[in-house]
């Protein structure tokens, strides 16, 4: 019932905007009225086409992709379309208020008219260049926006950093949902752009796919390119424990997670699960804690930070990797003071913001304290990676896909 509820609604929206096409073609040639006319609703057509397939087939057959362009697609359109629409209920409120004023001025002794008040051409216009205007901002951040991959560079200065450690550079990626690529090319190059930055240790915080190891099978070739002195170390994110798919038994779940930490391994990844690795250099040593995904609210808390944190008492600086940022202000600085810097993804920005300068917005913001880039409380820092992937809309407006680069340095 609620699906024929969703495309009752899809239906009224699809006549609300028509109503502003054919007001602003209502004086063009029959021939381009008739092709925008018609056009309209043959696109319509094959996006009911596409959402009744994803009702009634099975969204999964010809792969992950197909169904995510599906998605998409129709988001983009109707999403687009909801702008439109506001403009044409404007125009409808405005003709019923003529409407009442026409009706209690006009003259009882005389007959009406009988005339309708003609739609606001004006509106009209204004609808179908607002539902224009998304729509073209999400298929650029679709074409160039997704792998527009950008370096963000950020310093630490940390008091008790050791010498041997002095100038230590981080790199940093987050949230590569491989099952939402659609250019292999364009991920081997961020993944070329990444290394160039020669970082002394990588960090990957979580969320390598959306629900399914076998997602990221196509991509293991391409980051097990990353390499550092250092080493490689990762964590797992909200996705990759496939909580949200529906699964045949417990067993295939518990399969799928064994197969993905099996998929760490084969590209190099060190998967930190609720432990700690130390580094050491000259005698000095800095421990690094990686914890599975622990979240503020609704989500997963598989993460334990004391097992992670325990034995690292003689580290002179402890680095964290957790995946989800409220995770900092929920546990890490109420109770682990001396943990300086963590590092944290999961927002992504919400793929959707303003970046100019200083200034930065996103819906984000709304959502999560602390969303992207470095933040600090007192002496303890954490840093919010924009994500290297995407999920859902398979594209970046305003906030693009990061590759980060932090340099330690002794205060």
Known sequence: MSFFILLGVLVLIDLYVYQAIATVSKDWPV???????YGFWIFTALTFTAVLWYAYSDPYKYGSQLRNLVLTAVFMVYFSKLFGVLFVLIDDVQRAVRWVVDYFQRDASKPSAGNTIPRSEFLAKAAVITATI?????TYGIVSGAHDYRIRRKTIYLPNLPKSFDGIRIGQLSDIHSGSFFSKTAVKGGVEMFLKEKPDVIFFTGDLVNNETSEVKEYIDVFSKLHAPLGVYSVTGNHDYGDYKSWVTPEAKKQNFASLVEAHKHMGFDLLMNENRMLQEGGDKLAILGIENWGAGRFAKYGKLDEAYANT????????LSHDPSHWDAQVRPNYPDIDVMFAGHTHGFQFGVEIGGFKWSPSQYVYKQWADLYHEGQQYLYVNRGFGYIGYPGRIGIPPELTIIELKRA
């Open 31 to 37: 021939l381009y009225k008739n092709i925008v006319r």
């Open 134 to 138: 998304p729509f073209a901002a999400m």
């Open 313 to 320: 008492d003689e580290a002179a600086v402890k680095l964290l």
